[in-house]
């Protein structure tokens, strides 16, 4: 069982900067992929990028290439999402989630198994 908890989420202009973690519990395979989604009201939701939990295979949105980085400290348990120049339309609850490796899903590069419960991003224009 793994348990992820995200934090970091809040109020930020637009050109602005956050970071979000996800705060990870429970045995990660080494075959697992950790993927941050988000979800804004009235929308279905969106992938947003993903990484390996070993390695360094990165993938990202269209919508967020350039803008967004993923990264990970395994020592801590802990991936992150560093959103910089964010954009209002960047407004959504943001979660991230596990799950193993899912190399026929080309997009979203996992079956996730596990989620966490969300936090909230708001850009203020």
């Known amino acids: 069982q793994v348990q992820l908890v995200e934090s970091g989420g809040g109020l930020v202009q637009a050109g602005g900067s956050l970071r979000l973690s996800c705060a990870a519990s429970?045995?990660?395979?080494?075959?697992?992929?950790m993927g941050w989604f988000r979800q804004a009201p009235g929308t279905e939701r969106e992938f947003v990028g993903v990484?390996?939990?070993?390695?360094?295979?990165?993938s990202y949105a269209d919508s967020v290439k350039g803008r967004f980085t993923i990264s990970r400290d395994n020592a801590k348990n802990t991936v992150y999402l560093q959103m910089n120049s964010v954009k209002p339309e960047d407004t959504a609850v943001y979660y991230c989630a596990a799950g193993p490796r899912d190399y026929s899903n080309s997009v979203t590069g996992g079956k996730y198994d596990y989620w966490g419960q969300g936090t909230q991003v708001t850009v203020s224009s």
């Open positions: 429970g045995h990660i395979f080494i075959n697992y992929v």
């Open positions: 990484i390996r939990w070993s390695g360094s295979w990165t």
